[in-house]
């Protein structure tokens, strides 16, 4: 067994000293026979003084072989994502409120007084009188005479004669089938429901409070008055009281019930109907007429008129109507009306009016406006960007050491062969 072992070596080297030169680079160089003597070497050298000479040893070499590799690996993300944040903000709301104002006003008082007035009249004085007046008129005469007038009549004569006419006669036959129709029905199906409405009260809310009353009373006022002397000059004036009436007004406070309406709102359930249509399919036997005609012939004798015309002479007596005319005098009375005025004095009273103020304390509701702040809430939308972790595949090369043995060829009369 070591004997083709050794032959199978020896045919080794054989072939590797016959390829050229370059060739002894395999095995990193390791592998050539330099290191053997010439006599070894020769073709007609012996093998086994060459095998003596030579020995062939094995080197332990590691190399790097990068492998690859899948990795599962993890990156951060960030999306944008929008909410909705709520905002306090701050607005200025205005209200309208009311303050008592107490102010004086002059109240008119009108007072009606009267005076005489004379004034003249000019009165209308009318009168009819009668006048004879002579007139010629004409008269018409009428009168009524005859006179005869010749004239021709056209007289039809009617004759009745008949004839055979043939007509077609088409007369129908029905007949009455049935077919299968499918026809849709709809039934209305009825459904209650409620709702809830709201409506308004109107609630009515008894006050009461005290109010200013104008009133006053009307008072008799002696009043004196100088009244001039008229019978003798040089007289003194007499003084004399004269009663006139005074209006004298008063404030008087009254308790008054006012009754004021405060709304209300209340809440009710109210039904409503909803109406539902569900169609049905349902087959029925529908009946319809099928007609054919028959022609028949027939006659029949149809009438019809002739006519002819005959003149004839007519005399007949047309009265006409004579006017002449004849002259009259006529006497009439005409009317006339003469006019005259009266003068005529009268006397009537005159109204005029006196206008008097007096003061009064009035009160008003006078407003004035009252800015408030006020805090509200609204919404701003915000966007932030949120992270979130990825997964992903990737290919690394992972670096492996491999031991792998190297022949390699030494002398062995060297210590380092051993």
């Given at each position: 067994m070591k004997t083709l072992r050794g032959l199978g070596l020896f045919a080794a080297l054989v072939l590797m000293g016959a390829v050229s030169q370059p060739a002894n680079a395999g095995y990193g160089g390791a592998a050539n026979y330099n290191c053997c003597p010439q006599a070894a070497c020769a073709p007609s050298s012996d093998y086994c003084a060459a095998r003596r000479c030579c020995k062939t040893s094995y080197k332990l070499v590691r190399e790097t072989v990068w492998d690859k590799q899948e990795v599962t690996c993890c990156k951060t993300v960030y999306d944008t994502v929008c909410e909705q944040v709520p905002v306090t903000c701050e607005r200025i709301v205005p209200r309208t409120c009311y303050r008592t104002e107490t102010y004086k006003a002059c109240v008119p008082?009108?007072?009606?007084?009267?005076?005489?007035?004379?004034?003249?009249?000019?009165?209308?004085?009318?009168?009819?009188?009668?006048?004879?007046?002579?007139?010629?008129?004409?008269?018409?005469?009428?009168?009524?005479?005859?006179?005869?007038?010749?004239?021709?009549?056209?007289?039809?004569?009617?004759h009745t004669c008949y004839r055979d006419v043939c007509y077609t006669v088409r007369k129908p036959h029905y007949r009455t089938c049935y077919r299968d129709v499918c026809c849709t029905t709809y039934k209305t199906e009825?459904?209650?429901?409620?709702?809830?409405?709201?409506?308004?009260?109107?609630?009515?809310?008894?006050?009461?409070?005290?109010?200013?009353v104008e009133c006053g009373e009307w008072k008799t006022v002696m009043k004196p008055v100088e009244q001039p002397c008229v019978t003798e000059?040089?007289?003194?004036p007499q003084p004399r009281s004269v009663c006139c009436r005074v209006w004298c007004p008063k404030t008087v406070r009254k308790k008054v019930c006012c009754t004021r309406y405060v709304t209300e709102v209340k809440r009710c359930r109210v039904p409503y109907t909803v109406c539902r249509r569900i169609p049905c399919t349902t087959m029925k036997r529908v009946p319809y007429t099928t007609c054919t005609w028959t022609k028949h012939c027939c006659t029949k004798r149809v009438p019809y008129t002739t006519c002819t015309y005959k003149y004839e002479t007519c005399r007949k007596r047309v009265p006409y109507t004579t006017c002449t005319y004849r002259c009259e005098t006529v006497t009439k009375q005409v009317p006339y009306t003469t006019c005259s005025y009266v003068e005529?004095?009268?006397?009537?009273?005159?109204?005029?009016?006196?206008?008097?103020?007096?003061?009064?304390?009035?009160?008003?509701?006078?407003?004035?406006?009252?800015?408030?702040?006020?805090?509200?809430?609204?919404?701003?939308?915000?966007?932030?960007?949120?992270?979130?972790?990825?997964?992903?595949?990737?290919t690394i090369c992972v670096p492996r050491t491999v031991c792998r043995k190297v022949p390699v060829c030494c002398d062995p009369c060297q210590p380092s062969c051993n």
């Open positions: 008082v009108y007072k009606t007084c009267y005076r005489e007035v004379c004034y003249k009249v000019r009165k209308p004085v009318y009168k009819t009188c009668y006048r004879t007046v002579c007139c010629k008129i004409r008269r018409p005469v009428y009168k009524t005479c005859y006179r005869d007038v010749c004239y021709r009549v056209c007289k039809p004569c009617y009825v459904k209650t429901c409620y709702r809830d409405e709201c409506y308004t009260v109107c609630k009515p809310v008894v006050e009461e409070k005290w109010i200013d000059p040089g007289c003194s005529q004095c009268c006397r009537k009273r005159v109204p005029y009016t006196t206008c008097s103020y007096v003061e009064k304390c009035c009160t008003r509701q006078v407003p004035y406006t009252v800015c408030k702040k006020e805090c509200y809430t609204t919404y701003k939308t915000v966007r932030r960007c949120v992270p979130r972790q990825v997964t992903y595949r990737k």
